[in-house]
């Protein structure tokens, strides 16, 4: 079936420093790829989609493209802040099942320091 | 935007007790809600897919009988944690998919979590 893998964490940066989370999917068809992130003691939030292979989806300086070739959806940042410290987890739906739950990966805690 | 409202928040309960954990759409129509349980490691387990006027669909392992899921309208779906027990304690995190077609059906709004502590 489908899934997600996501880079081991924890990830411990210094603020402006560059930010990758390497995300792989395994999918029939076209998925679409999402980036959600979770704040302490807070719920999912969406930080970016893309529904098409060469989409790329962005918000809040977070960027990442949908990967076709490489069933990839790398999330990146040019430059963290402490206020990124958050779970970032990546996530697909299944092509053509509307309906259907999103596949998480187990997510990527990210910490940044000052 | 997509609103959706959890409650409650915390909840602390004895053991052998129930618990009952809503989940609202506020500014949207959702037939499809899906039940999530994060564990400590960070790694969200689907629980349940809850559908408007029928049976909750669960996931293998998930005791239906434990985990009562009731979606009895468009904007509401209800979980309900029975005879709790100490290993029940989790943050459970509601989501649901607005009505309609078009590549927003696919985006899950989720719920700020309920943390469950089960004493």
């Known amino acids: 079936g489908d899934s997600v893998t996501q880079m081991e964490g924890p990830v411990t940066l210094s603020e402006e420093a560059f930010l990758t989370i390497n995300c792989t999917y395994t999918?029939?068809?076209?998925?679409?790829l999402f980036w959600y992130v979770q704040y302490p003691g807070e719920g999912l939030q969406l930080l970016l989609k893309?529904?098409?292979?060469?989409d790329k989806g962005s918000n809040k300086g977070f960027e990442a493209t949908y990967r076709k070739e490489t069933t990839s959806f790398h999330l990146e940042k040019g430059s963290v802040q402490v206020s990124d410290s958050a779970v970032y987890f990546c996530a697909l739906s299944p092509a053509n099942q509307a309906g259907t739950a999103l596949i998480f990966g187990k997510g990527t805690t990210l910490s940044v320091s000052s | 935007g997509a609103v959706v409202s959890q409650h409650p928040s915390r909840v602390i309960c004895k053991s052998g007790t129930s618990v009952k954990i809503e989940c609202r759409s506020l500014d949207f129509q959702a037939t499809t809600m899906f039940w999530y349980r994060q564990f400590p490691k960070k790694s969200l387990m689907l629980m349940a897919t809850s559908n408007e006027g029928s049976k909750a669909t669960y996931e293998q392992g998930v005791e239906k009988d434990k985990f009562l899921i009731n979606h009895a309208s468009l904007t509401l779906s209800t979980l309900t944690v029975t005879s709790a027990h100490p290993e029940d304690s989790s943050f459970y995190i509601c989501s649901a998919r607005p009505l309609g077609r078009g590549s927003g059906a696919n985006v899950l709004t989720f719920g700020a979590g309920s943390r469950l502590t089960v004493l």
């Open positions: 999918a029939t068809g076209y998925p679409s």
């Open positions: 893309a529904t098409k292979a060469d």
